[in-house]
């Protein structure tokens, strides 16, 4: 891995590079397709800094 691309390891700088309701965007299908307001338990491995986690309760 290139050591440029070690710096998307830290949660701010991941944040900063998806840019502004990037992060939102690509929430935007899950929510046409699913109803969250049911989901019990939700495993989110490997897929960020958790930026989804907000979307459940």
């Known amino acids: 891995m290139k050591k ?4 998307l ?6 944040r900063l590079t ?4 990037f992060a ?5 299908p899950v929510l046409k397709h699913n109803d969250t307001s049911s ?3 939700a ?3 490997g897929c960020g800094p958790g930026t989804n986690a907000a979307h459940f309760s």
């Open 4 to 7: 440029t691309h070690r710096i």
């Open 9 to 14: 390891e830290f949660t701010l700088a991941y």
């Open 18 to 21: 998806q840019g502004w309701g």
């Open 24 to 28: 939102e965007q690509k929430w935007l």
């Open 39 to 41: 989901v019990r338990r």
């Open 43 to 45: 495993l989110d491995v």
